[in-house]
């Protein structure tokens, strides 16, 4: 089992940057692939971005490619999802997210996911 904690999150101007970071606790994280997903208030959880187990493969929602970049660092159990040029549209809260069974492809759907954070809110003012 692997516990998930999100930071980074706050309010940000259009064009401006936030790193989130999601600290994971469990001697199992390095075997998990990793997503990010955001959820905005009445809508449904939508995929952000995933890294593989080892961190060779990355999958991108298309409204994030090219300004978000997901990271991971094994030794410190940390996922990092750095984001760029942000938009009011990214305005949502901010999820980190394991599959437990490391699927491939990854997985970009919500339910495939086992393990969630309590989120981060992010907020981008126009």
């Known amino acids: 089992q692997v516990q998930l904690v999100e930071s980074g999150g706050g309010l940000v101007q259009a064009g401006g940057s936030l790193r989130l970071s999601c600290a994971a606790s469990?001697?199992?994280?390095?075997?998990?692939?990793m997503g990010w997903f955001r959820q905005a208030p009445g809508k449904e959880y939508s995929f952000v971005a995933a890294?593989?187990?080892?961190?060779?493969?990355?999958h991108y929602a298309d409204s994030v490619k090219g300004r978000f970049t997901i990271s991971r660092d094994n030794t410190k159990n940390t996922v990092t999802l750095q984001m760029n040029s942000l938009k009011p549209e990214d305005t949502a809260a901010y999820y980190c997210?394991?599959?437990?069974?490391?699927?491939?492809?990854?997985?970009?759907?919500?339910?495939?996911?086992?393990?969630w954070g309590q989120g981060t809110q992010v907020t981008v003012s126009s």
């Open positions: 997210a394991a599959d437990s069974n490391s699927r491939l492809p990854i997985m970009t759907e919500w339910h495939e996911y086992d393990y």
């Open positions: 469990g001697r199992t994280f390095n075997n998990y692939n």
């Open positions: 890294i593989s187990w080892r961190g060779g493969l990355t």
